[in-house]
């Protein structure tokens, strides 16, 4: 399930990510993760601010990490 809009997805549409020393990363193998969408992980402020408050976690660091995935990740 997407932590950005709650909606179940197919795994392979889901990007996993985890928390680790405050930051939002990929998923490394081990550790507690979650998943977010490609329609989340395109989005907007809106899901920056859902993200960072589920995870307490600074927005800004989300949407780094949201940037820098949207330019990374292709279909
Ligand atoms: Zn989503």
Redesign the pocket.
């Known amino acids: 399930m ?1 932590i ?2 709650q ?1 179940r ?1 197919f795994q392979k549409e889901l990007i996993r990510l985890q928390k680790e020393k405050g930051q939002i990363v990929l998923y490394s193998g081990e550790g507690r993760s979650f998943y ?2 490609r ?2 992980l395109q989005g907007n402020r809106h ?1 920056s601010k859902i993200i960072a408050g589920r995870m307490k976690i600074d927005k800004s660091s989300v949407e780094a990490l949201l940037k820098e995935l949207s330019s990374n990740v292709k279909d």
């Open positions: 997407c950005g809009c909606k997805a977010l969408c329609v989340c899901i």
